[in-house]
């Protein structure tokens, strides 16, 4: 799925297609990415390429949550073809 980066934090960053919020976390990014604390605004970046707000990336969804107004989705970017792109 095709999201757009909108908020980048050590933890990991939030995407959103449509009206759907997906976090990723450090843990589902692949090994080479590594947050830059002292980066404005805050990015995970590795050799090749950086993860940023306002970014588009292609992930995949892992899990699901409904809220009674909101849904929520788990997202990697641990496989082939995913990953950020313009």
């Not at 590795?46 to 992930?59: E, F, H, M, P, Q």
Request: aromatic share 10%; hydrophobic share 45%.
């Amino acid at each position: 799925m095709d999201a757009l980066v909108t908020n980048v934090n050590k933890m990991g960053f939030f995407a959103e297609v449509g009206p759907l919020s997906i976090f990723v976390s450090s843990h589902l990014l692949p090994i080479d990415y590594k947050f830059q604390p002292d980066a404005n605004p805050p990015e995970f970046v590795s050799a090749t390429d950086n993860i940023v707000k306002g970014r588009k990336v292609r992930l995949r969804i892992v899990g699901t949550r409904v809220d009674a107004n909101e849904i929520f989705a788990i997202g990697t970017m641990k496989e082939d073809y995913l990953g950020p792109f313009d």
